[in-house]
């Protein structure tokens, strides 16, 4: 149900070459140097597996070869920059995401290369390719209410996948968690008691907990009964896979959002055009905050390192107000043109602070 779930250590593809020296190596990159050596998370190594697996496929694909047959031969500076081209335009990733797998390659080969002198010239190819800066923030995207409601309603509750996904859809909105925090929930995470709560692992080891919604605990405790009725410790949602339950991928979370996105659209106009799960977790914070929520609260609530990164909430905010009082204004208004005059952009912080009473 629900796709399949992760592959290890690199990937079905990677699994399958065990005996290539290059795949030894990933295997060894990620089951021992990462976890043991460089004490890195689980989540990042998540997301190592997961650039070095995509690049690899492309990396077959563009060389016209069987995975199996790629080597350190065929890692070149032109592939490298193809694939991060292609996570851009064809993925749509944000450039944080283009950079992370950029940083993902490079560190595997210097870890190729630390163990086999030969690999040192592979990654000298690599290195002149520039990490890409953020010159501007893009407006926060996010959904309306009612919008929110009809992805919510989406999924068919008489059928058995269709109670999960709307709990996972529920839990991913209720809880503004990132995907990768909503995936690592295990059952002794959650506590349904009078007043619910989850604890979410976040960035850097960092773990929070935030409160439920009444309805979504008790969403919650009747998926409990459903899909994991003799308790144990499972994580909460998971894939059924060839060998047994797994943790599901962010993949699986992706074409779910996708294709509830593609139903609610039709019975509500307001839902946008692309959603991605990241947009439930701005969502849940726009809401918060247009309905009073203090944004200190917010930046908690959310596990933000800098409070700074919350500001985009507010200038959000802003802009919705601005549209509105635009929208109410009447065409004969004196005030009309200078409404129209467009958005006031912000960059200094201490500003941006007064501005919204933070200071």
């Given at each position: 149900?629900?796709?399949?779930?992760?592959?290890?250590?690199?990937?079905?593809?990677?699994?399958?070459?065990?005996?290539?020296?290059?795949?030894?190596?990933?295997?060894?990159?990620?089951?021992?140097?990462?976890?043991?050596?460089?004490?890195?998370?689980?989540?990042?190594?998540?997301?190592?597996?997961?650039?070095?697996?995509?690049?690899?496929?492309?990396?077959?694909?563009?060389?016209?070869?069987?995975?199996?047959?790629?080597?350190?031969?065929?890692?070149?500076?032109?592939?490298?920059?193809?694939?991060?081209?292609?996570?851009?335009?064809?993925?749509?990733?944000?450039?944080?995401?283009?950079?992370?797998?950029?940083?993902?390659?490079?560190?595997?080969?210097?870890?190729?290369?630390?163990?086999?002198?030969?690999?040192?010239?592979?990654?000298?190819?690599?290195?002149?390719?520039?990490?890409?800066?953020?010159?501007?923030?893009?407006?926060?995207?996010?959904?309306?209410?009612?919008?929110?409601?009809?992805?919510?309603?989406?999924?068919?509750?008489?059928?058995?996948?269709?109670?999960?996904?709307?709990?996972?859809?529920?839990?991913?909105?209720?809880?503004?968690?990132?995907?990768?925090?909503?995936?690592?929930i295990t059952l002794h995470?959650?506590?349904?008691?009078?007043?619910?709560?989850?604890?979410?692992?976040?960035?850097?080891?960092?773990?929070?907990?935030?409160?439920?919604?009444?309805?979504?605990?008790?969403?919650?405790?009747?998926?409990?009964?459903?899909?994991?009725?003799?308790?144990?410790?499972?994580?909460?949602?998971?894939?059924?896979?060839?060998?047994?339950?797994?943790?599901?991928?962010?993949?699986?979370?992706?074409?779910?959002?996708?294709?509830?996105?593609?139903?609610?659209?039709?019975?509500?106009?307001e839902v946008p055009k692309?959603?991605?799960?990241?947009?439930?977790?701005?969502?849940?914070?726009?809401?918060?905050?247009?309905?009073?929520?203090?944004?200190?609260?917010?930046?908690?609530?959310?596990?933000?390192?800098?409070?700074?990164?919350?500001?985009?909430?507010?200038?959000?905010?802003?802009?919705?107000?601005?549209?509105?009082?635009?929208?109410?204004?009447?065409?004969?208004?004196?005030?009309?043109?200078?409404?129209?005059?467009?958005?006031?952009?912000?960059?200094?912080?201490?500003?941006?602070?007064?501005?919204?009473?933070?200071?």
């Open positions: 149900m629900g796709g399949h779930g992760e592959d290890h250590p690199g990937g079905r593809g990677m699994k399958r070459n065990a005996s290539s020296p290059m795949f030894v190596c990933v295997r060894d990159f990620l089951c021992t140097y990462l976890p043991h050596h460089r004490n890195a998370s689980p989540h990042t190594v998540r997301a190592y597996r997961t650039a070095l697996r995509m690049y690899f496929a492309h990396l077959a694909a563009i060389k016209g070869k069987r995975l199996v047959d790629v080597t350190f031969d065929d890692i070149d500076r032109d592939s490298v920059l193809s694939f991060l081209d292609s996570q851009e335009s064809e993925r749509h990733c944000h450039l944080r995401t283009r950079n992370l797998r950029l940083y993902a390659i490079r560190s595997f080969m210097t870890y190729s290369g630390s163990i086999g002198l030969e690999n040192i010239g592979v990654l000298s190819r690599l290195t002149d390719i520039p990490v890409k800066r953020e010159l501007d923030r893009n407006p926060v995207k996010f959904a309306s209410e009612k919008a929110l409601a009809a992805l919510l309603a989406a999924p068919d509750p008489k059928t058995r996948q269709g109670r999960r996904d709307r709990a996972v859809m529920s839990m991913l909105y209720d809880t503004a968690a990132r995907v990768h925090e909503l995936l690592d995470d959650l506590d349904l008691s009078s007043n619910a709560t989850v604890v979410l692992h976040g960035k850097g080891g960092k773990s929070r907990i935030v409160p439920l919604m009444r309805r979504t605990a008790v969403m919650m405790s009747r998926y409990l009964a459903e899909f994991h009725p003799s308790g144990g410790n499972e994580y909460l949602f998971f894939a059924d896979g060839r060998h047994g339950r797994r943790r599901m991928t962010e993949d699986n979370i992706r074409h779910m959002v996708r294709k509830y996105a593609d139903i609610a659209r039709a019975s509500c106009a692309r959603v991605h799960p990241h947009m439930f977790r701005h969502s849940r914070a726009m809401h918060l905050y247009t309905n009073g929520m203090d944004l200190t609260f917010v930046s908690q609530w959310l596990g933000h390192v800098q409070f700074s990164t919350t500001l985009i909430y507010a200038q959000a905010g802003t802009e919705q107000k601005r549209k509105a009082i635009e929208a109410a204004t009447p065409e004969t208004s004196p005030l009309k043109a200078h409404l129209k005059g467009g958005r006031t952009h912000l960059s200094d912080e201490d500003t941006l602070l007064r501005l919204y009473g933070l200071s």
